[in-house]
């Protein structure tokens, strides 16, 4: 089964209008995907609303920020998974 993950690089100059243009037209929010040390999803109504939009801290890009973009009328289900430390 193939990936439903898209992954582009791309400048924020180049993409900038586009997603303003999707946001126009589609009701949707970005939350950021990861592990977290807390249970609250740090999410954005607009992908513009993050600062660090268009910058990354890395230079492999299996760590940048990655995000699962919905309609904002679904919710996100969580749920706390103990990770288990290195050596243990």
């Known amino acids: 089964m193939g990936s ?3 992954v582009f690089f791309i ?8 997603l303003k243009e999707i946001e ?6 970005y939350f950021l995907m990861g ?5 609250h999803i740090i ?4 992908i513009f609303d993050d600062p660090k939009i268009g910058l990354t801290s890395f ?3 299996n760590l940048i ?4 973009i919905i309609p904002q009328v679904n919710e996100v289900g969580i749920r706390v998974v103990d ?6």
Do not use: A, V
Request: proline share 5%; net charge negative; charged share 40%.
């Open 4 to 6: 439903k993950q898209t």
């Open 11 to 18: 400048t924020k100059p180049d993409i900038e209008s586009i």
């Open 24 to 29: 126009e037209i589609f009701d949707i929010r």
């Open 35 to 39: 592990l977290f040390d807390s249970p």
């Open 43 to 46: 999410h954005h109504n607009s």
């Open 59 to 61: 230079g492999d890009w």
């Open 65 to 68: 920020d990655r995000y699962l």
């Open 83 to 88: 990770q288990k430390k290195r050596g243990e």
